[in-house]
């Protein structure tokens, strides 16, 4: 447990080192840890084998986060993402048929579920880091972590009927519940932060509280989906480079589920604000 309070102290610095300046720094972590989190889970989708180098289609996904990033700083906008996802699977489609039957055909389909499940939806980071208020908004998607620890404290104090029984059998409905309503808490409560410090409009509470509601369920969601790809192929965590946590994937598999969804959800209620 100290362990894991300590590497969490640790993540909280790092974020804040990165999320208050932003920019090119946030964009350059942003890469880096898009390209741990494709690779914790081509190993744990079967794409990259242990102990061995990296293959053509895993080249060909961190190739394709390259390209995405890049664009994404010279553009500061989502709407080109269409072309880094297609840009990606055309890639990873194109290495498939030439070196057939090198990889199997799930092995190309998962390199590129890798990509848009990790390295896309972090990218959204660093456009929500970009809009207004930009430097409270970057913050959000961590409500995801808050939603985690209400959701255990109302589990332990509340729990008896299985939410996922088979998938996460230690998870409960009355636990998803207290995470929701603690997320909804914090979510007026930064919201509130936001209207005295910055907006000075009383609508951004409810619009924080919207964003935090359906964040929480969303985070819930992320969590169960990263739980599932570690039975599927039986392993117990993504890595070992957060100790304490295991790996990227292990510590922000709900936080990344999330990350789109605040950014547009911000994108379309804010502006109703004026």
């Not at 942003?30 to 102990?51: C, K, M, P, Q």
């Not at 088979?166 to 519940?177: A, F, H, R």
Request: some cysteine; hydrophobic content about 55%; overall charge positive.
């Amino acid at each position: 447990m100290k362990t894991r309070v300590i590497s969490g102290i640790v993540i909280a610095l790092v974020l804040a080192g990165v999320l208050i300046p932003g920019g090119y720094l946030l964009a350059a972590v942003l890469t880096i840890v898009s390209f741990i989190s494709y690779f914790e889970l081509t190993r744990a989708t079967g794409v990259h084998e242990d102990n061995k180098k990296v293959n053509a289609l895993e080249a060909c996904g961190y190739a394709s986060i390259i390209v995405h990033y890049v664009q994404m700083i010279l553009v500061k906008s989502h709407k080109y993402f269409v072309f880094s996802i297609l840009f990606a699977f055309f890639l990873i489609m194109v290495c498939y048929v030439l070196s057939f039957p090198k990889f199997k055909s799930v092995q190309a389909v998962a390199a590129f579920f890798c990509f848009v499940y990790a390295p896309v939806s972090m990218s959204f980071v660093y456009l929500l880091r970009m809009r207004p208020y930009g430097q409270y908004f970057a913050w959000i998607p961590f409500i995801a972590w808050v939603c985690d620890t209400c959701a255990y404290f109302a589990g332990r104090a509340f729990g008896k009927h299985k939410l996922a029984p088979v998938l996460s059998p230690k998870k409960t409905i009355e636990g998803s519940i207290g995470g929701i309503l603690g997320s909804v808490i914090v979510g007026a409560i930064f919201g509130y932060v936001l209207y005295v410090n910055a907006t000075h409009d009383k609508a951004v509470i409810f619009v924080l509280v919207i964003i935090t509601f359906v964040g929480s369920i969303i985070a819930q969601l992320g969590d169960l989906l990263a739980s599932g790809i570690k039975r599927d192929h039986e392993i117990k965590d993504y890595g070992k480079i957060i100790p304490g946590h295991g790996g990227i994937m292990d510590r922000f598999d709900s936080v990344i589920f999330v990350i789109p969804c605040v950014y547009f959800l911000a994108a379309v209620l804010f502006p109703l604000m004026q």
